[in-house]
Nanobody, 119 residues
């Protein structure tokens, strides 16, 4: 079994910053991709940022320049540094990983952490 455990969400004023963390545990051979998605009330889940194990990064246009993704491959952790948060960033943020355990990669999700940017 593989588990993704997130931490670091909370309430912040517009313009503020938060840092999310996610640790993958279990029987993991390699985490090909780790990253973050988010889902706001009444909206579909959307990509925020992902990073491959060889360092390729993909950001949503809406967070480019404000959010920074990083990861430690050695212990299968991924981080999301969020700056200049605005109310449109309010959502449940889900950790996402594509993990190889045997010969095939599988997709895993965390339980989600709430991020709220509000006065």
């Amino acid at each position: 079994q593989v588990q993704l455990v997130e931490s670091g969400g909370g309430l912040v004023q517009p313009g503020g910053s938060l840092r999310l963390s996610c640790a993958a545990s279990g029987s993991i051979y390699r985490a090909n991709v780790m990253g973050w998605y988010r889902q706001a009330p009444g909206k579909e889940r959307e990509l925020v940022a992902t990073m491959t194990n060889d360092g390729r990064i993909n950001y949503a246009d809406s967070v480019q320049g404000r959010f920074t993704i990083s990861r430690y491959n050695a212990n299968n952790t991924v981080f999301l540094q969020m700056s200049s948060l605005n109310p449109e960033d309010t959502a449940v943020y889900f950790c996402y990983a594509v993990i190889v355990r045997g010969t095939r990669p599988s997709t895993y999700w965390g339980q989600g952490t709430q991020v709220t940017a509000s006065p």
